[in-house]
């Protein structure tokens, strides 16, 4: 017994240092990890692909995000990221209360045209009440009231080369060496038309505030946060978003987050 | 195979294969898995180090039940640790962390997390790759495991177990273990445990909180009672496994771990000899 009681003692030490060890070098060893051209990172970022069809075969292209009643918004949208774009053209439009503001639908479309807050406000509209996952791990529920993106498509009509659009926005987080980075999104054709995808003008029965993306702000509700781009100016329908920013679809994407973002 | 020819004092046991190839594979894959589920998700909470019951996150009211932050004090930033309320100085570990001079502030410390500085990017890359490596190890053992007889023969408690469990509580606490072809009916629990409730749990968890399965599945969210439920849920459950790691790792110690590395490795398995040193016969 004596032995065994003396074995375990010892082991019991090797086994914790060992451990301890393992976890304490488990904080650096891996820290190459971040670096974007990293092949390491690269086939271990393929899983989000493997995400991204996976959810497209469960989702179809229809099914809602859960939508909430008026008495579970019990707090105002917490504002994230930008909340005061200083952008000059952006301060000019909000001085104006954002009558000068035109959104522009562009690129592979059949017509391209623009539309004022007005024109957009006057279109049919959707309300819901939804609820906000920022990648950081908090949620907030809220109601959103916009024009459905897929109306303003079918105006435009998408050529069939169209396979993303891309969101064009005024405000900037970062500053790169040509100047300011501007915030851009992307999204496939099924988020595009998904009829909860709307170009929000309005939150909690408001005209949507400047902290929370006046004066569009897209809403596609099966996403992340970092999805609903704020203070949106140009819609652009293309077939790949290689030559926007660096190439991977989004501001964030840009710095490493999955362009899916739908987990 | 039948006796060690350099055999020391005391007669071995009877080799037997134990553990086949699926059960190996497996389980170093899940503690490969575990591994970097567990740094890199400690990473992803780092983020937004507070967590809630419900669907969402109380700024503007109350519903946290476990907050750690940075507290500013006349000594220098504490570390604190909020649970239903109350609080605790956790500085060192939680909040603050590092030396006075070069504090670190976040949930977890840095030598817990995947990569060891704040990179919720990279952090959620490592997760769900391992979180994928995960589901599909799970799903090829229970393939497996019920074709070859193994969760079934091996995992399932018997009448004769829970009659003996009393017996094996009371080993257990002595330190005492029985090294025979099948586990004891503790081992039986802890492991049907993981891998039936926890591991299942820690993935309908994970999917609870993606937004794209929610609409999905619109039952999980519901069952779970909210996304930032199934959040703490997950963590919850991430201690659970932690624990049972622990454990884990304490019982292969003491029940001798080259014989139990060596099953777990070779598939090869020294049980004790008839009759048993201690004069117990095996079950």
Redesign the interface.
């Known amino acids: 017994m004596s032995k ?1 009681v003396y074995g ?1 003692r010892r ?2 030490g090797i ?1 914790t240092a060992g ?1 301890s060890s393992l ?2 070098t ?3 060893q ?2 190459f ?2 670096e974007s051209g990293d092949r390491v ?1 690269a086939f ?5 692909d ?2 991204y069809f996976a ?1 497209r075969l ?3 292209r229809d ?4 939508e ?1 009643s008026e008495t ?1 918004i ?3 949208q ?1 504002p994230n990221g930008s909340t005061d774009p200083e952008a000059e053209d952006y301060v000019a439009l909000k001085a104006k209360d954002f009558v000068d503001f035109r959104l522009t639908v562009t690129g592979l479309v059949e017509r391209p045209r623009d539309y004022s807050l007005a024109e957009l406000r006057n279109m049919p509209s959707r309300t819901q009440i939804t ?1 906000h ?9 809220a109601k959103w009231t916009g024009t459905p993106l897929s109306i303003v498509l079918d105006e435009a009509r998408l050529k069939p080369a169209a396979r993303y659009l891309v969101f064009h926005c005024y405000d900037s987080l970062d500053a790169g060496l040509t100047g300011p980075i501007r915030y851009y999104e992307s999204c496939d054709l099924i988020d595009a038309r998904h009829p909860q995808t709307i170009l929000a003008y309005g939150l909690n029965n408001q005209p949507l505030p400047v902290a929370n993306g006046a004066p569009i702000r897209v809403r596609i ?4 946060g970092y999805k609903q781009p704020k203070y949106v100016h140009t819609v652009e329908a293309v077939d790949s978003f290689a030559r926007f920013g660096r190439g991977k679809g989004g501001f ?1 994407e840009d ?4 362009w ?1 973002a ?2 | 195979m039948q006796q060690d020819h350099h055999a020391g004092q005391e007669p071995l046991g009877r080799l037997i294969y134990r553990q086949s190839i699926w059960t190996r594979v497996t389980h170093w894959l899940w503690a490969i898995c575990l ?1 970097f589920l567990l ?1 890199s998700g400690l990473q ?2 780092n ?2 180090p ?1 967590l ?1 019951v419900g ?7 109350d519903n946290a039940v476990l907050r750690i932050d940075a507290i500013d004090t006349p000594s220098g930033p504490r570390g604190r640790t909020t649970i239903f309320g109350r609080s605790f100085d956790t500085t060192g570990v939680l909040g603050v962390s590092g030396t006075a001079e070069q504090p670190q502030f976040g949930g977890f410390p ?8 704040q ?4 952090g ?3 997760h ?2 391992f ?2 490596l995960l589901v599909a190890t799970l799903l090829v053992w229970l393939c497996a495991g019920l074709l070859n007889g193994h969760i079934l023969r091996d995992l399932t408690p018997t009448a004769a177990d829970l009659s003996n469990l009393p017996r094996d509580v009371a080993e257990h606490a002595r ?1 005492r273990f029985r090294h025979g072809r099948s586990y004891n009916v503790l081992q039986k629990f802890a492991y049907c445990a993981v891998l039936f409730v926890l591991l299942p749990l820690m993935v309908l968890t994970g ?1 609870a ?10 039952w999980l ?1 519901e069952l779970l009672g909210g ?2 439920t199934a ?1 703490t849920i997950h963590f919850l459950t991430m201690t659970l496994l932690v624990l049972f790691f622990v454990v884990h ?2 019982m292969v ?2 029940a001798g ?1 080259l014989n139990e590395l060596r099953s777990m490795i070779t598939g090869w398995y020294r049980t004790d000899p008839k009759p048993g040193a201690n004069g117990e016969i095996e079950p």
């Open positions: 065994l375990r082991l019991f086994g451990l976890v304490l488990g904080c650096n891996f820290d990890l971040d990172r271990l970022a393929k899983a989000n493997v995400t959810q469960l989702l179809g099914a809602l995000a859960r909430y579970e019990r707090q105002g917490r609820r996952d920022c990648v950081e791990g908090w949620s907030c529920i509700e099966r996403a992340l964030w710095l490493g987050y999955d899916y739908g987990i | 591994f740094l992803i909470f983020a937004h507070t809630y669907q969402q996150s109380g700024f503007a009211f840095p030598a817990l997390t995947i990569p060891s500085f990179d919720l990017a990279t959620r890359v490592v769900f790759f979180a994928w330190f999917l909180m993606s937004p794209g399965m929610d609409a999905a599945w619109p969210i996304r930032q959040r790792v304490a110690l003491a771990p």
